[in-house]
């Protein structure tokens, strides 16, 4: 089963590799519940009330998405899953870090919520209840991120499309502006419009 898995996984590597994007779609729906699980262990109290995980992980697999990510050096799914936590783990550090200066800038205008007086309220809160797992709509979740990425390449046209499937076969800007005939900054202003349609 081992040797299966890896041949999967394999397979799956070398369809990112050409730029395929519905094969990292296919990874983010395989692996996204491990790094969910490996975000929230990452986050403190205090940011799980700031953050959803999976908004962390969303912006995990922008970059790989988006950016110039070497995948081709790993060689099993648990050395993707150890990847993409370590960048997850980033993301968490980043977050954490504007957190705290926004945190420190803005502590004067926070107003503490009072806790609930009544049963009422604790019931409400899901007080004594069994803790549901977060990562149990991590499959909605995931659907809903890849319709609007869908909608997004669309709304950005074709153009941006093959710039995306270029970037994942980690073909850099310049080349990429000479194969296409347009500048380095109108592939980077591309890339960015997308993200920033996505994101909306």
């Not at 070497?70 to 870090?97: H, I, W």
């Not at 994942?168 to 960015?192: F, H, K």
Request: hydrophobic share 35%.
């Amino acid at each position: 089963m081992g040797d299966q898995s890896n041949s999967t996984f394999e397979d799956l590597m070398i369809r990112i590799a050409a730029g395929s994007q519905d094969a990292v779609w296919e990874a983010i729906e395989k692996y996204s519940t491990n790094i969910q699980r490996a975000v929230r262990r990452t986050l403190s109290d205090d940011l799980r009330r700031k953050f959803d995980s999976v908004d962390i992980v969303q912006s995990v697999w922008k970059s790989l998405l988006l950016k110039d990510q070497p995948l081709a050096g790993l060689q099993s799914p648990n050395d993707f899953v150890a990847y993409v936590c370590r960048m997850a783990q980033n993301k968490v550090k980043e977050a954490n870090t504007h957190y705290r200066r926004v945190k420190r800038r803005d502590m004067r205008r926070e107003v503490p919520l009072e806790r609930p007086v009544s049963g009422a309220g604790d019931e409400a809160a899901g007080a004594g209840e069994p803790r549901r797992d977060p990562t149990a709509d991590a499959p909605d979740a995931i659907a809903q991120m890849r319709e609007k990425w869908r909608d997004s390449v669309a709304k950005c046209g074709p153009r941006t499309a093959e710039i995306i499937d270029l970037r994942l076969q980690c073909v850099p800007d310049e080349t990429i502006a000479t194969q296409l005939g347009i500048s380095p900054a109108t592939v980077r202003r591309d890339v960015q419009r997308l993200m920033e349609t996505f994101v909306a």
